[in-house]
Antibody
Framework: EVQLVQSGAEVKKPGDSLKISCKGS????????IAWVRQMPGKGLECVGI????????IYSPSFRGQVTMSADKSISTAYLQWSSLRASDSGTYYC?????????WGQGTMVTVSS | EIVLTQSPGTLSLSPGERASLSCRAS???????LAWYQQKPGQAPRLLIY???NRATGVPDRFSGSGSGTVFTLTISRLEPEDFAVYYCQHYGRSPWTFGQGTKVEIK
């Protein structure tokens, strides 16, 4: 079964750092781009950016460039999204998704709560 | 950046009725890189349609997509109880990839 499994919910304070993960299985992880999508509470979907695990090429949406970092460890089929200094406005649910004719496989989401 | 505008914001219908959801793009996205997703409360989105008119694996044939250029439509021929959800369109051609704001299909 093709699936993406994400790390668990996080509660952080403003200024904290954070790295969340997305592990792929059931397919060749380096063959597809991986997207990260944010959904703020009660709101719609926003594309954070995409990365290619094969060579770690990244493309960030303008709103997120410089705010987050995407990376991957292809040896363990895992993609990451990280923040060096969280803000309250980073709160939301973050999904990873496989890019394959649209976003065809989604992780279950990681809820990030940033509050003092 | 391509802006996608979905209408209506909310669609109130009864089971068995036909639903037509619209997605308009601020500039042409061709017909290759337009997708539709369904999202239910507490769940991740699910891909329904890719390349404007191709159903994703396992998607019932009551769902269909059409359009090209700047105007796209998702049609649900006969609403089933499990179809009441929020639907998003998305373009995934030239970066940045963007989503519409969503259309909620609710039970009348």
């Amino acid at each position: 079964e093709v699936q993406l499994v994400q790390s668990g919910a996080e509660v952080k304070k403003p200024g904290d750092s954070l790295k969340i993960s997305c592990k792929g299985s059931g397919y060749i992880f380096t063959s597809n781009w991986i997207a990260w999508v944010r959904q703020m509470p009660g709101k719609g979907l926003e594309c954070v950016g995409i990365m290619y695990p094969g060579d770690s090429q990244t493309i960030y949406s303008p709103s997120f460039r410089g705010q987050v970092t995407m990376s991957a460890d292809k040896s363990i089929s895992t993609a990451y999204l990280q923040w060096s200094s969280l803000r309250a406005s980073d709160s939301g649910t973050y999904y990873c998704a496989r890019v394959g004719g649209g976003f065809d496989i989604w992780g279950q989401g990681t809820m990030v709560t940033v509050s003092s | 950046e391509i802006v996608l505008t979905q209408s209506p914001g909310t669609l109130s219908l009864s089971p068995g009725e036909r639903a037509s959801l619209s997605c308009r793009a601020s500039q042409s996205v061709g017909n290759t890189y337009l997708a539709w997703y369904q999202q239910k409360p507490g769940q991740a989105p699910r891909l329904l349609i890719y390349a404007a008119s191709n159903r994703a694996t396992g998607v019932p044939d009551r769902f269909s997509g059409s359009g090209s250029g700047t105007v796209f439509t998702l049609t649900i021929s006969r609403l089933e109880p499990e179809d009441f959800a929020v639907y998003y369109c998305q373009h995934y051609g030239r970066s940045p990839w963007t989503f519409g704001q969503g259309t909620k299909v609710e039970i009348k």
